[in-house]
């Protein structure tokens, strides 16, 4: 079955330190990768995705995530982090079904960053 | 933007009474919506798809006589916890997915709502 795993379940930072969070996921075929955010109190708001083309890919607030398929990895990256990066991270994944429709959206555990000032 | 709204935002109720949670995307259309149940400190958990028009779709595990879906427009959907028990205390969180563009696949989070059931 299909799966998403995220590695580190709570990450603590101090401010400007660099910031890596892996992703896996356990697909054969075609994948759509996502990450999303949820800051403390809010709604889920996508950070990047990933559909097709150059592999490393650069969302919003200074996020950027490589897609190594070979892996079948999607790790999140900031080279910098700040305080108001404090939220948790989901990863996901949705799969193409040959012939073109879509899957579900399937969601990793989630990392939540604490990051120090 | 792309924003999606539910009403209510909290809501606590007496066991065995009915609660009707609303998911609308205000500025696309959505010809489907999908409905998460989030335990704390875990992740979010499909409950089901729901495209308008038709049938929702359950995961396995998920009582569909328990949480009626409707997708009546491209704008709204619905979920409704019914004869609510202690046990379906949770965060409930609605998404949509536009129905054509280039962000097709992207889905958009509401900002959920939570179930108290006393």
């Known amino acids: 079955a299909q799966s998403v795993s995220q590695h580190n379940h709570h990450v603590i930072l101090s401010e400007a330190a660099s910031l890596e969070l892996g992703c896996n996921y356990s697909?054969?075929?075609?994948?759509?990768l996502f990450w999303y955010v949820q800051y403390p109190g809010q709604h889920l708001q996508l950070l990047l995705k990933?559909?097709?083309?150059?592999?490393l890919v650069k969302g919003i607030k200074g996020f950027e995530a490589e897609f190594i398929k070979s892996k079948f990895s999607f790790n999140l990256r900031k080279p910098s982090v700040q305080w108001s990066d404090t939220a948790e991270y989901f990863c996901?994944?949705?799969?193409?079904?040959?012939?073109?429709?879509?899957?579900?959206?399937?969601f990793g555990t989630g990392t939540l960053l604490a990051v120090q000032p | 933007g792309a924003v999606v709204s539910q009403h209510p935002s909290w809501v606590i109720c007496k066991s065995g009474t009915s609660v009707k949670i609303e998911c609308r995307s205000l500025?696309?259309?959505?010809?489907?919506m999908f409905w998460y149940r989030q335990f704390p400190k875990q992740s979010l958990m499909l409950m089901a798809t729901?495209?308008?028009?038709?049938?929702?779709?359950?995961e396995q595990g998920v009582e569909k006589d328990k949480f009626l879906i409707n997708h009546a427009s491209l704008t709204l959907s619905t979920l409704t916890v019914t004869s609510a028990h202690p046990e379906d205390s949770s965060f409930y969180i609605c998404?949509?997915?536009?129905?054509?563009?280039?962000?097709?696949?992207?889905?958009?989070f509401g900002p959920g709502t939570r179930l108290l059931v006393l």
């Open positions: 998404s949509a997915r536009r129905s054509r563009g280039p962000l097709q696949e992207t889905q958009y």
């Open positions: 697909y054969g075929g075609t994948v759509n």
């Open positions: 990933y559909f097709s083309g150059d592999p």
């Open positions: 996901a994944v949705t799969a193409m079904i040959y012939g073109g429709a879509t899957n579900k959206l399937i």
């Open positions: 500025d696309f259309q959505a010809t489907t």
């Open positions: 729901s495209n308008e028009g038709s049938k929702a779709t359950y």
